[in-house]
């Protein structure tokens, strides 16, 4: 008899996975980090560069803005958020960095690198526009190179060539807010 409900227990099983192959398959899953801002709506204090930087700067903001999610990124003078775009003798392209805890009282700076940049870019307007729209992607609570086959900004690849978030950008995003 206890042997029959283990079996029991083991068909019921059975069926369940059974069930599960056949329903409709789930939502996309985000790829979240905690790091990110509390809203997809957020700014950054107004930043002024030369002609060189700032307009793929811009451009950057205005990807993501022009994306089918929540995000809303402007510029604000008294923003706690900052952008610092100048030379570190360190290998990476750009660095976010959070600090408070994950609500109003979240903030965060954004470094881009100049030496790396300017080292590395084969498409100027496209490596400055790519760096800074993956730094922003932290703020929207994106994660650095997601385990996906598909394309991402958040992914260290591309880096001359994807400017703009991509399908699965879009749909983490929207997931998460």
């Given at each position: 008899?206890?042997k029959?409900?283990?079996?029991?227990?083991?068909?019921?099983?059975?069926?369940?996975?059974g069930?599960?192959?056949?329903?409709?398959?789930?939502?996309?899953?985000?790829?979240?980090?905690s790091?990110?801002?509390?809203?997809?709506?957020?700014?950054?204090?107004?930043?002024?560069?030369?002609?060189?930087w700032?307009t793929?700067?811009?451009?950057?903001?205005?990807?993501?803005?022009?994306?089918?999610?929540?995000?809303?990124?402007?510029?604000?003078?008294?923003?706690?958020n900052?952008?610092?775009?100048?030379?570190?003798?360190?290998?990476?392209?750009?660095?976010?960095?959070?600090?408070?805890?994950?609500?109003?009282?979240?903030?965060?700076?954004?470094?881009?690198?100049?030496?790396?940049?300017?080292?590395?870019?084969?498409?100027?307007?496209?490596?400055?526009?790519?760096?800074?729209?993956?730094?922003?992607?932290?703020?929207?609570?994106?994660?650095?190179?997601p385990?996906?086959?598909?394309?991402?900004?958040?992914?260290?690849?591309?880096?001359?060539?994807?400017?703009?978030?991509?399908?699965?950008?879009?749909?983490?995003?929207?997931?998460?807010?």
């Amino acid at each position: 008899m206890r042997k029959n409900g283990r079996l029991g227990l083991l068909a019921a099983l059975v069926t369940v996975a059974g069930v599960g192959v056949q329903t409709a398959p789930q939502a996309a899953h985000a790829t979240y980090w905690s790091g990110g801002m509390p809203s997809a709506s957020f700014s950054i204090r107004t930043f002024s560069y030369n002609s060189t930087w700032q307009t793929p700067l811009t451009a950057a903001i205005s990807n993501w803005n022009g994306t089918p999610t929540p995000a809303a990124i402007g510029t604000l003078s008294n923003s706690p958020n900052t952008l610092s775009v100048t030379s570190y003798a360190d290998t990476w392209y750009g660095l976010y960095t959070s600090t408070g805890s994950r609500n109003s009282s979240r903030t965060f700076s954004i470094k881009l690198n100049t030496t790396t940049i300017v080292r590395d870019a084969t498409n100027w307007n496209n490596m400055v526009t790519r760096v800074f729209g993956h730094e922003l992607g932290h703020g929207l609570s994106l994660v650095d190179n997601p385990s996906t086959s598909a394309a991402s900004i958040m992914k260290y690849e591309s880096w001359n060539t994807l400017v703009k978030p991509t399908t699965y950008d879009i749909d983490d995003v929207n997931a998460i807010y």
